[in-house]
């Protein structure tokens, strides 16, 4: 299997730069084929000096590019519905960036467009289900050791929010991980979110209700709840503790070198998603890679993005309100959670 | 001052029979001058061998006996409204152990009482306040160095509850550490709180509401979190994260040995609160004693088991009707936090 | 057992006065009975505003004081041997801080004292034999659950050394309680020792040799190994590694408290003995008082204090000539190693 | 930079066939060109389902294969001269694991031959140059701010030694990556080497001297210590501190994930070092490719490879005269530390 895989990237952005490198020099089994943006300067430069990459401005013309046998799409959100559809109109297997869509009715279409072609064709970017620790929590959880979760308490807190972030964001943009990972750890649907808005850190922009703290509740009775803190100051820092019916277990502790110096035993905490996530990003793509070439999709699906959306909003409606509300989902087409291509790329 | 003050212990069941003990042999600066139990079996068991010690059946003899200086209420919850008001009666400074009056009714009267005596007279029994790692927490918060408190997340497990442990009592009786230890960490009153309840552990006896989620809201807008788990099945395990405006500091993680064998590197967690919070016993009756020898009373006082009371009574209504729930406290008498007693023991 | 041992408390220097408040306010079951200092304002000092202690200048005059029954030896190490000789020339039991004597041959002959009135009167001080987590360590090392221990691994860090510290006492006065500890811990004699100087520390006074690092073997073959650095800059670290046939257990890196701001998650280092030790010594006081008070002597003995000053006279020559140094020690009389006094206090 | 890197691998046993797979399926811009192994059943199993790879007897023919751009040398460590002599007399760049060469006079002799070559063609496989702690920590001591260091504290730690192994192996298998680890950190050489046996461990091997404690010393004047225990039956733990004038900072503490359960918290502790060290290798072989693709050769060299033999010589030598044991280098080549290859692989 020594043939590179060549995939489209849309979107040249920090995030679609960085997959550019990323699967020109980590990831083994793919090439840059085609980066598409609308500012084709920034394109260019993501590119940099990789040989035999064209750079398009439009969509379609870079998914038809010759030797594009794959889409990664990191353009921002309001563009991947669009995106999605061009990709699967052309039966191509695709890794699109979360969210998947950011409202919800966009989100279902992409759904039942999916469902319609009868086989998946799209992964979503919830790269925590490659990070190192949140698997092994998974396996953990689902090796039954400790009993049923009862509950996940989550922290998730950055250094400081970008400019224009706004409270829903806690919620949509921040604590839509939070969704993901609790979906996928506890193997449940959320069904219902309350908000709760703690008076604002002084480090938070004037306006911005910051720290908050969200909590869910799930089909099989469990509780989720998390501290959201965009403006904490000083790292960032994810954790989550999965308590269970004998035993509980955390991870986002980690540490690797302890210091001891003036002042106490210290430990580094990481400044950003992109060193904390490092190493799982690295792992997303090398496994969509990997069940690509062999013409499959393994990760987490449109469902996932759809539902993801579906909670976020209920989330913001919850903010808002401040009162409990419910999760209302749309019937699950039947999508095989695992499917093998129709069509796989050798044939 | 090495006459040693002379302590009447009221109840002597597990609670009373340890202090008899710390009262004997641990601390210093007193003696057990009077042990009453309806039970006078009881009693002598609690005594021992320690010489001098007049055992009675009757709170007010043991009160009235020769030498008695002071008074330790250890008896059930429900005989301590009557105990405190006889000691107020004889001017008799007392540590009375939680809750200080199970209804809150009942907790105003002694408020009241004690307020028309013009002084304080009792000290009561949280014990946490004496703890190293909760007295390093509120000392770094009140230090200002991590700016204001924010959200306080807590986590409160105990390896089994005793028979007869009923739904409410998670609130009332476990949770009403967390509440004392909120309201004294951030000097706030408790102003509303909301009770979810998760699937109970397949651990927890049939019936039992365990593990609960108790939210708090406070009167300056921070958020108190406190997983309530009494059936938890491992351990004793009691921790709070106090998340602040520039950081956060943890509690309740110590260890002090790491052993590494087949199996991984462990840390033993201890099984009881005797372990866990055996120093700060030691801690609060030293102090206690201490402080009555000097004619004072510093420790957390009939407010706090007023307060105490009243928002666990509001914690029971709350896991009852599923919803958020107001607290109503009295207006607070006008008491001095820390006062000199009018009458010192040596004049 | 209400009636207070009554204790002369020889030395009032920085570690005499800290006994004679421990004795007074926190220790159960004593009381000052004199302070003996030959510089008698110091004494008063010490003394302060306790009750009825009459203090001395000279020793004898001291322990033959009406109502002292028990003696603290807290003078400079030259004056021990005539105090613990006047001592059991009355028969008095007496706690002994390290080093018993400094000379071994001076050690020598006060176990020969001690063993010609055959019974025990002389408790040595090494106090981390009191300390919480190496009891936990001598506790899980006896049960025998991880085998026999083969190595000791010990870390010794002081944030700087007082004025005229030499290089002999990073080994004979830091180094004498890992001496102590590891004998305890092992059950072992110290049969060699071997000392290498690493280049010194710029932090270090100009002459010293700091750090150094100590090894030792003992007669059952394990292998004992000690940094210590007395300039370390950074706070007062004791760590403990013993390394058994089925496992390890670390002591010494305990945490209380996490604090996570800018810079990393951070634990608070002691900056010095008596706060990492404060437990220790109340302890180690309390257990003499209570043995003492019941006519026992429970702790380290004198072999105990002589095997140290013999190891550390070993571990100087080491030092000197870099050359691995056999310890040698002289036979042990037949002392029982915890018995009864002979004559108790109530009879 | 889309075309792949052609590399030969010797050597088709468990490192050998670990090699492979890393090269088709982990790293990125390299494919596995050939495949030599004495027994070509084992070199077709370590090939796999992998298409266009030629498998070879000879170590010559697999060198001259078409397409071989690069050599992977893992082979037996006596077989490892003569690859490397027969790569560099095609120009071929070099990943040699280590052992280099086991004799240092075969060593040297690597040395010599690719000085007489006027450039740099191999990279000896020091994987912990490569582990995220290990370059954590390296970057910390060359960054300066805890000043100079003094000592390194290490700990090796196998669950059992495979069978036939010697005393001797212990130093100069196992040690030789603290050997290297040392001599990277620090920046200097080790002069001088002291073995210690310990009674040996029950869950040793009859003879086998295990544990052992290895001490070296630096011409710097700095001292660094090893604890090597390879039957320690419970975990791969590998452990180092560095002390400085002004802090400590350790790694292999690592944890990320923390189980609480009946009998403690737990972290788990990795089995074998293809474990542990997995990352590292990926990053090895991956630093390797890259460099090589641009005609360089940035990692640890032949002269890191001769000083290991030497000094693991001088250790094995130490270990069986128990004697304070000087380690005699040859004088260095003159060898640029980092240099351009004279010819890139592209002209």
């Known amino acids: 299997m020594s043939e590179l895989l060549g995939v489209a990237v849309l979107g040249a952005g920090h995030m679609g730069a960085d997959h550019v490198r990323r699967l ?42 010759p030797g594009v046998e794959a889409v990664l799409i990191a353009s921002p959100g309001e563009a991947h519905e669009e995106a999605l559809l061009a990709a699967f109109a052309r039966g191509l297997p695709v890794l699109c960036e979360k969210p998947m869509v950011p409202d919800s009715a966009g989100a279902l279409r992409v759904v039942e467009a999916e469902a319609r072609l009868g086989r ?39 250094v400081s929010s970008p400019p224009h972030f706004t409270s829903a964001m806690l919620v949509n943009s921040s604590v839509s991980h939070e969704i993901d990972a609790a979906r996928w750890l506890l193997g449940q649907e959320l069904t219902a979110v309350t908000v709760l808005r703690p008076r604002p850190s002084a480090g938070a922009p004037a306006g911005l209700s910051d720290p908050q703290f969200v909590l869910f509740e799930t089909e099989g009775g469990a509780v989720v709840d998390v501290e959201v803190f965009v403006n904490c100051g000083f790292g960032y820092e994810v954790r989550c503790e999965a308590v269970c019916e ?14 001891t110096a003036a002042g106490g035993a210290r430990e580094e905490v990481p ?5 904390r996530f490092a190493d799982a990003y690295d792992r997303e793509v ?55 291509n129709k069509r796989p790329r050798n044939t």
Chains 1, 2, 3, 4 share one sequence.
Not at 271 to 275: A, F, K, S
């Open 24 to 65: 020109d020099g980590v990831v083994s089994g793919a090439r840059v084929a085609a980066v598409a943006d609308p500012d084709a300067e920034r394109a260019k430069e993501a590119v940099g000096g990789i040989g035999g990459v064209v750079v398009h401005t439009e969509v379609e013309a870079a998914l038809d590019a």
């Open 120 to 158: 998946r064709l799209a992964q979503i970017g919830f790269m925590r289900r490659y990070d190192a620790e949140y698997r092994r929590l998974k396996s953990l959880l689902d090796g039954g050791r400790l009993g049923r979760p009862l509950m996940l308490h989550c922290v998730h807190r950055n």
């Open 246 to 259: 004998a035993g509980s277990a955390r991870i986002g502790q980690a540490h690797t070198m302890v210091v």
């Open 271 to 275: 400044q950003d998603y992109l060193v």
């Open 286 to 340: 090398q496994s969509w890679v990997d069940a690509t070439r062999r013409g499959r999709v393994t990760g987490p699906g449109t469902w996932d993005g759809y539902a993801a959306s579906a909670v976020a909003e209920a989330g913001v409606r919850a903010l808002e309100t401040g009162a409990r509300t419910p999760v209302d989902l749309a019937p699950r087409p039947a999508l095989p959670t695992s499917s093998w």
